[in-house]
């Protein structure tokens, strides 16, 4: 079975930290670009980060540089986001995706419709 399967989400502090994991299960991740996505009830779906497999190359949407990371292990088949410095605002579902036609660039990294494959999702609460 082909699948995308996330973890390591919970409930933090503001300015904590958490990494989120996605493994993939039946495929090789090396030859696909990988993409973190959030959404928070009654938002539409946001692109958070990505990884590129061609040269490594990785994009963050603006409300996150700085603060995550996106990172691959590709002979594990794993993408992790380390997440510091969590604010309230970052609380949601995230999932990770990845593209099955297309490369990925700084014009489409955050387009949920560029991606085609998706995780479960794991969910993140922020609060005091």
């Known amino acids: 079975q082909v699948r995308l399967v996330e973890s390591g989400g919970g409930s933090v502090q503001p300015g904590g930290s958490l990494r989120l994991s996605c493994v993939a299960e039946?495929?090789?991740?090396?030859?696909?670009?990988v993409g973190w996505f959030r959404q928070a009830p009654g938002k539409e779906r946001e692109g958070v980060a990505c990884?590129?497999?061609?040269?490594?190359?990785?994009y963050y949407v603006d409300s996150v540089k700085g603060r995550f990371t996106i990172s691959r292990d590709d002979f594990r088949k794993i993408v992790y986001l380390q997440m510091n410095s969590l604010r309230p605002e970052d609380a949601g579902t995230y999932y990770c995706?990845?593209?099955?036609?297309?490369?990925?660039?700084?014009?489409?990294?955050?387009?949920?419709?560029?991606?085609?494959?998706w995780g479960q999702g794991t969910w993140i609460a922020v609060s005091s």
């Open positions: 990884s590129s497999h061609r040269d490594g190359t990785t």
């Open positions: 995706a990845a593209p099955a036609f297309r490369d990925l660039d700084a014009m489409n990294f955050n387009d949920p419709k560029a991606y085609e494959m």
């Open positions: 039946g495929f090789s991740l090396d030859i696909y670009d």
